[in-house]
C-alpha cells in the first residue's frame, strides 16, 4: 500500500470554528509532513514530525497545532483561522532510514480549505 | 525566497514533442528531486538525482544535475496529452533531508 489518504477533501470553516485535517499512512514510514499551498505556488512546509514526535516547525501561527497520534496518523487541528489561510493542505510521509530514499516524499490528495 | 526558481514558467507544446523544464537553486545540496502535480492534487515524485550524479534516466525522463551552476534540467520525451501537469523542483539542503523545500514550478500543457 503506498497510499497516503487524507479527509475531509474539501472543508468550509468560519473564523471562529475548530475543525481538524487528518492524514494516514500505512507504509511504516516514519516521517510525516504537513505542507500548505496557494493557488499557483509551491507547496510550503509547515511541520515535520520525526517518529511520532514533532522536529521541525517552520514558524507556523499558533492557530493550526499538529498531532501525531501513532506512527500511521497525523493530524492538523485549526482555530481561529483567517481568510488568508484558504488554502490546500498537503499531508506526506517519507522513510526515516538516512538513504537517498528517505528524501523521496508519498503525498496524499490534500485538502481544500476555505476559511470565510 | 525559494530555494529553486524555475523556469518557464508555462510551457505548451503538441502531443509527441519534448518538453524541458530549468530549475536553479542557491544552496548546497545532498540531491535534487523532481515532482508532478495534476490540477491542485497531491504531488507524484518523479525522480531523484544525488549531488555526484550527472544524469539520471528514468523511462521519457531525463534529469541532469550541474552543481556547479546550481542547476537542473527535467526532459520529458514524446510528451502525452496525460503529461499536463505542473512540474516542481525540490532540494534539501546538505544535512538535512527533511526539510525539502519546492521550486516555483513549471506548468506545462501537452495538446493532443
Known amino acids: 500500500d503506498t497510499e497516503v489518504t487524507q479527509t475531509p477533501k474539501h472543508l468550509v470553516m468560519g473564523m471562529t470554528n475548530k475543525k481538524s485535517l487528518k492524514c494516514e499512512q500505512h507504509?511504516?514510514?516514519?516521517?510525516m509532513y504537513w505542507y500548505k499551498q496557494k493557488a499557483k505556488k509551491p507547496p510550503e512546509l509547515m511541520f515535520v514530525?520525526?517518529?511520532?514526535?514533532?522536529?521541525i516547525n517552520e514558524s507556523v501561527p499558533s492557530r493550526f497545532s499538529p498531532e501525531c497520534p501513532n506512527s500511521s496518523l497525523l493530524n492538523l487541528h485549526l482555530h481561529a483561522l483567517q481568510p488568508e489561510d484558504s488554502a490546500l493542505y498537503l499531508c506526506a510521509s517519507s522513510q526515516q532510514d538516512f538513504l537517498p530514499s528517505s528524501y523521496e516524499q508519498y503525498f496524499g490528495p490534500g485538502t481544500r480549505l476555505t476559511v470565510t | 525566497s525559494q530555494q529553486g526558481e524555475e523556469d518557464p514558467q508555462a510551457l505548451s507544446i503538441q502531443e509527441g514533442e519534448n518538453a524541458t523544464m530549468n530549475c536553479s537553486y542557491k544552496?548546497?545540496?545532498?540531491?535534487l528531486q523532481w515532482y508532478r502535480q495534476n490540477s491542485g492534487r497531491g504531488l507524484v515524485h518523479l525522480i531523484l538525482i544525488r549531488s555526484n550524479e550527472r544524469e539520471k534516466h528514468s523511462g521519457r525522463l531525463r534529469v541532469t544535475l550541474d552543481t556547479s551552476k546550481k542547476s537542473s534540467s527535467l526532459l520529458i520525451t514524446a510528451s502525452r496529452a496525460a503529461d499536463t501537469a505542473s512540474y516542481f523542483c525540490?532540494?534539501?539542503?546538505?544535512?538535512?533531508?527533511?526539510?525539502?523545500?519546492f521550486g516555483t514550478g513549471t506548468k506545462l500543457q501537452v495538446i493532443p
Open positions: 507504509m511504516g514510514h516514519r516521517a
Open positions: 514530525y520525526s517518529y511520532e514526535k514533532l522536529s
Open positions: 544552496t548546497s545540496i545532498n540531491n
Open positions: 525540490a532540494t534539501a539542503a546538505s544535512g538535512g533531508y527533511q526539510k525539502v523545500t
